[in-house]
């Protein structure tokens, strides 16, 4: 809403763009709505037959993070891995083999190894587990899973029941998501198992109660759910939302279901259509850059096996779907992405399940050499774009299966666009927009806007910044709304529809990252002029050509002053931003810091000036004060002693006798640094408990002055001296980098009389109770240990001796090498 209260739509993001046209695709990387990539595809020939074949002798290969391979054995009974001396059988720490139960093993899926789940197209993140599911392809199968880091290994198994059809319980292809959970499909079933063994070894006794259940998470399956019918599962692949499985009829239709990674069995599916010109795929994987998020929709590589005809397979691409639902229809669409993912050849038609989360497909290493082996090979979209030359698409909020802007007010008089664009040369964006009153009635043509203005200003929002990059064309442009011909060219209705037009000239594409609508007109000839000067007629869709009436053109000549002077009116009524610390340009911090009286070391980061001069009234107020120094301190580390890394104490609060008083409330429950631990004080013989006739003499001075002697109250002058005026500071974990900080704010902040004492300690502690009872009692976020590093670290007091998720951790250097 702007400075008139004039409120308004608002367009950003993905799925407020989405749209129907093929010529028009939302760009995840430039974040905005472009033309499509019209790239002329050398797709694979398309053999339903063949390709069903090349799906069933297909070979699942692995890589790890250190660029070791796995795969299957011939017979598909165990585990291989090349160790540079050729390909091994992969053991887990006691040296077993990973061997299939029974049977051989069906497919070999690969978690991407991650600390926390990727952002983005969500490849998903694991701790390197390999998911074997294995099947004897009649009546036994199962799931064992492998962990790479750990060395272990487990299985679970079901049997098909009687009269049950084994072929339908046979796992085909697996995937395992970010949460550890796998997924398995059969022909025209999807499974959900998880699971994992105890960490350490368990050992019941009879001499004790024993747990009905030793491990209470066993690696099982928990349930199964039929695929729609008529559909038969081909591959699988999940991001860290939804699960998508590739199917085909029988009769050479493919679609993709699409599914939420929800535990229960119930939930629905998706279905999207794959395209008529999509040849035969047999693998599904997740196409994209990691680093953009799932909001920006998912591209999906659908992997074509190489058809007899095409002996050479040179270059061909890698087809790329889009999944876009039709919420009027309620059914939907995978389209094919026109940008080429160029192979250079193919061995086996599957794609290569990598920890990294990198596309990788099976090359020949040797391409004149068909049967050379199989060489992991990234895929990339080739770096030449090539646009559709012009392309349009009905936009807008979806609206009862429509896209419709509704202004809930009858008779609106719909006022301004703003588009955060960028326009290269040789492109243009057009602009056509119709209102009308009734969302089911018959409805106006589409009146054609002038072409978009270019505004100065980045952002008409006071103080905004502007999402197009202005090196690129980019800026804001407005279009006022308005009819093109009539003697009143109101643009009224309660709904408005924008039909966007982009076209460019084939190697750019104009971008629309944002458009704002507003709604309704403030007009100052309506609001300011006499009434004799406003306008009288009411707009009619029929009422023809002819030129604007004087009323007409004189509020469309004060909406061009208004377009200007709004913005600025909206600059001074916020004008309160350039003085806010939050708010403020950082241009302004310094000199913003200076009027109050501050001012701060030059390399602080912006953050933590923004913070600083929020409270630096603050800080000025209680200057002085224990609470004024740790506020500062606080601000000088970005929350070092919130989170207990600096710790500021008064000495005199080391001595604990109040204690040891009777008849006075001593509780400190909630006192932050003995954090209630005052009233055990007597517990440990030492300052606390009071023994000796000079400590009881301390006691007096202070509690009964009047019966004090000059002995006594010498003591007591001594006992101030010795813990007056004094104080400790803490310093630990990353606190210990920041002592010039400290340093810094402690001379500038604590009083001339006070003496202070910097205290470096690698352990974290509460007072009171780790000096007393040499426990580490301070909570934080554990850092991760380090590695055992030969002749440096000692073992038993630091280091960590662990795998790394790899299938040779002692081949690791060799393949780096």
Same mark, same amino acid.
């Given at each position: 809403m702007d400075v008139n209260n004039t409120p308004y739509f608002l367009l950003r993001g993905a799925a407020d763009f989405e749209q129907d046209s093929l010529e028009l695709a939302w760009n995840p990387k430039a974040h905005a709505l472009t033309l499509a990539q019209n790239q002329a595809l050398r797709l694979p020939v398309s053999d339903p037959a063949a390709a069903l074949l090349a799906w069933q002798n297909a070979e699942a290969m692995a890589v790890d993070s250190f660029g070791q391979i796995g795969r299957l054995s011939a017979d598909r009974s165990r585990v291989q891995f090349d160790s540079g001396r050729g390909f091994l059988s992969l053991q887990d720490g006691d040296l077993r083999d990973v061997a299939a139960p029974v049977g051989g093993f069906t497919d070999l899926a690969f978690a991407a190894v991650s600390v926390q789940p990727v952002s983005g197209y969500g490849q998903p993140a694991g701790d390197g587990r390999l998911a074997l599911p294995f099947s004897n392809g009649t009546d036994s199968h199962g799931l064992l899973l492998f962990h790479l880091a750990r060395r272990w290994q487990t299985a679970c198994t079901w049997s098909s029941l009687p009269g049950e059809d084994g072929t339908e319980q046979l796992p085909l292809r697996a995937c395992i998501d970010a949460e550890n959970r796998i997924w398995l499909i059969s022909a025209s079933r999807l499974m959900l198992c998880a699971g994992e063994p105890l960490p350490l070894p368990y050992s019941p006794q009879a001499v004790r109660f024993e747990p009905l259940q030793t491990n209470p998470h066993p690696l099982q399956r928990l349930w199964q759910q039929n695929l729609p019918a008529g559909w038969q599962a081909l591959a699988i692949c999940c991001d860290l939302q939804q699960l998508y499985v590739l199917c085909h009829d029988g009769a050479g239709s493919q679609s993709v279901l699409a599914r939420a990674l929800a535990e229960r069995g119930d939930a629905p599916f998706s279905v999207y259509a794959c395209p008529a010109e999509l040849p035969f795929a047999v693998d599904l994987a997740l196409a994209g850059d990691s680093s953009l998020p799932v909001a920006d929709g998912v591209r999906l590589a659908a992997l074509a096996p190489q058809a007899a005809g095409d002996p050479d397979f040179v270059q061909r691409d890698c087809p790329v779907l889009s999944l876009h639902w039709d919420s009027q229809a309620e059914t939907g669409s995978a389209r094919l992405v026109r940008e080429r993912f160029?192979?250079?050849?193919?061995?086996?038609?599957?794609?290569?399940?990598?920890?990294?989360?990198?596309?990788?497909?099976?090359?020949?290493?040797?391409?004149?050499?068909?049967?050379?082996?199989?060489?992991? @090979?990234?895929?990339? $979209?080739?770096?030449?774009?090539?646009?559709?030359?012009?392309?349009?698409?009905?936009?807008?909020?979806?609206?009862?299966?429509?896209?419709?802007?509704?202004?809930?007010?009858?008779?609106? /008089?719909? /006022?301004?666009?703003? +588009?955060?664009?960028?326009? *290269?040369?040789?492109?243009?964006?057009?602009?056509?927009?119709?209102?009308?009153?009734?969302?089911?009635?018959?409805?106006?043509?589409?009146?054609?806007?002038? $072409?978009?203005?270019?505004?100065?200003?980045?952002?008409?929002?006071?103080?905004?910044?502007?999402?197009?990059? $202005?090196?690129? !064309?980019?800026? +804001?442009?407005?279009?006022?709304?308005?009819?093109?011909? !009539?003697?009143?060219?109101? +643009?009224?209705?309660?709904?408005?529809?924008?039909?966007?037009?982009?076209?460019?000239?084939?190697?750019?594409?104009?971008?629309?990252?944002?458009?704002?609508?507003?709604? *309704?007109?403030?007009?100052?000839?309506?609001?300011?002029?006499?009434?004799?000067?406003?306008?009288?007629?009411?707009?009619?869709?029929?009422?023809?050509?002819? *030129?604007?009436?004087?009323?007409?053109?004189?509020?469309?000549?004060?909406?061009?002053?208004?377009?200007?002077?709004?913005?600025?009116?909206? &600059?001074?009524?916020?004008?309160?931003?350039?003085? /806010?610390?939050?708010?403020?340009?950082?241009?302004? +911090?310094?000199?913003?810091?200076?009027?109050?009286?501050?001012?701060?070391?030059?390399?602080?980061?912006?953050?933590?000036?923004? @913070?600083?001069? !929020?409270?630096?009234?603050?800080?000025?107020?209680?200057? !002085?004060?224990?609470?004024?120094?740790?506020?500062?301190?606080?601000?000088?580390?970005?929350? %070092?002693?919130?989170?207990?890394?600096?710790?500021?104490?008064?000495?005199? &609060?080391? @001595?604990?006798?109040?204690?040891?008083?009777? %008849?006075?409330?001593?509780?400190?429950?909630? /006192?932050?640094?003995?954090?209630?631990?005052?009233?055990?004080?007597?517990?440990?013989?030492?300052?606390?408990?009071?023994?000796?006739?000079?400590?009881?003499?301390?006691?007096?001075?202070?509690?009964?002055?009047?019966?004090?002697?000059?002995?006594?109250?010498?003591?007591?002058?001594?006992?101030?001296?010795?813990?007056?005026?004094?104080?400790?500071?803490?310093?630990?974990?990353?606190?210990?980098?920041?002592?010039?900080?400290?340093?810094?704010?402690?001379?500038?902040?604590?009083?001339?009389?006070?003496?202070?004492?910097?205290?470096?300690?690698?352990?974290?502690?509460?007072?009171?109770?780790?000096? =007393? =009872?040499?426990?580490?009692?301070?909570?934080?976020?554990?850092?991760?240990?380090?590695?055992?590093?030969?002749?440096?670290?000692?073992?038993?007091?630091?280091?960590?001796?662990?795998?790394?998720?790899?299938?040779?951790?002692?081949?690791?250097?060799?393949?780096?090498?």
């Open positions: 160029p192979m250079l050849s193919q061995r086996f038609a599957r794609f290569v399940a990598s920890a990294d989360g990198q596309l990788r497909y099976q090359a020949r290493s040797d391409a004149s050499n068909p049967a050379s082996p199989p060489l992991a @090979r990234e895929l990339h $979209a080739l770096r030449r774009p090539q646009y559709f030359g012009e392309g349009s698409a009905v936009i807008g909020p979806s609206l009862d299966q429509q896209r419709l802007f509704d202004s809930l007010q009858v008779d609106t /008089h719909w /006022h301004r666009l703003y +588009l955060d664009a960028c326009i *290269p040369s040789g492109c243009a964006i057009g602009i056509e927009v119709r209102a009308f009153a009734d969302g089911d009635g018959p409805r106006p043509a589409f009146i054609e806007q002038a $072409a978009p203005v270019l505004n100065p200003m980045s952002s008409e929002l006071p103080f905004g910044t502007g999402l197009a990059d $202005a090196q690129a !064309g980019g800026g +804001l442009y407005e279009i006022l709304l308005q009819r093109r011909d !009539g003697p009143v060219r109101q +643009l009224r209705g309660r709904y408005l529809e924008i039909r966007v037009s982009l076209r460019g000239d084939g190697r750019s594409s104009p971008a629309v990252h944002a458009l704002r609508l507003y709604y *309704p007109r403030f007009c100052y000839q309506e609001n300011y002029l006499p009434e004799y000067l406003r306008q009288e007629w009411a707009p009619d869709a029929n009422q023809g050509l002819g *030129p604007a009436n004087g009323a007409d053109l004189r509020e469309r000549l004060l909406a061009a002053f208004e377009g200007v002077l709004t913005p600025l009116e909206g &600059r001074i009524a916020a004008a309160e931003q350039l003085v /806010h610390p939050d708010a403020a340009p950082a241009e302004h +911090l310094p000199w913003l810091a200076e009027a109050l009286g501050g001012q701060w070391p030059a390399h602080w980061p912006e953050s933590r000036q923004r @913070r600083w001069l !929020g409270d630096l009234t603050l800080v000025q107020q209680y200057k !002085g004060t224990l609470a004024a120094v740790n506020l500062a301190l606080d601000i000088a580390s970005d929350g %070092g002693v919130q989170r207990g890394e600096i710790v500021v104490m008064e000495n005199f &609060r080391l @001595r604990r006798t109040m204690a040891t008083i009777l %008849g006075i409330d001593m509780d400190d429950a909630e /006192h932050p640094l003995t954090l209630g631990t005052g009233m055990s004080g007597n517990s440990i013989v030492g300052d606390s408990l009071i023994l000796s006739e000079l400590d009881a003499k301390e006691f007096i001075a202070l509690f009964a002055p009047e019966l004090a002697s000059a002995e006594e109250a010498a003591a007591v002058k001594a006992f101030f001296e010795q813990y007056a005026h004094q104080l400790s500071v803490l310093l630990h974990g990353r606190a210990v980098k920041l002592r010039s900080n400290v340093e810094a704010v402690l001379a500038e902040q604590l009083p001339g009389h006070l003496q202070y004492k910097i205290i470096e300690t690698e352990r974290p502690f509460v007072l009171g109770i780790s000096p =007393l =009872l040499g426990v580490d009692t301070f909570v934080e976020t554990a850092q991760p240990a380090k590695r055992v590093t030969l002749d440096d670290t000692y073992l038993g007091r630091e280091g960590v001796l662990k795998n790394p998720a790899a299938f040779s951790p002692e081949d690791i250097n060799a393949t780096a090498h």
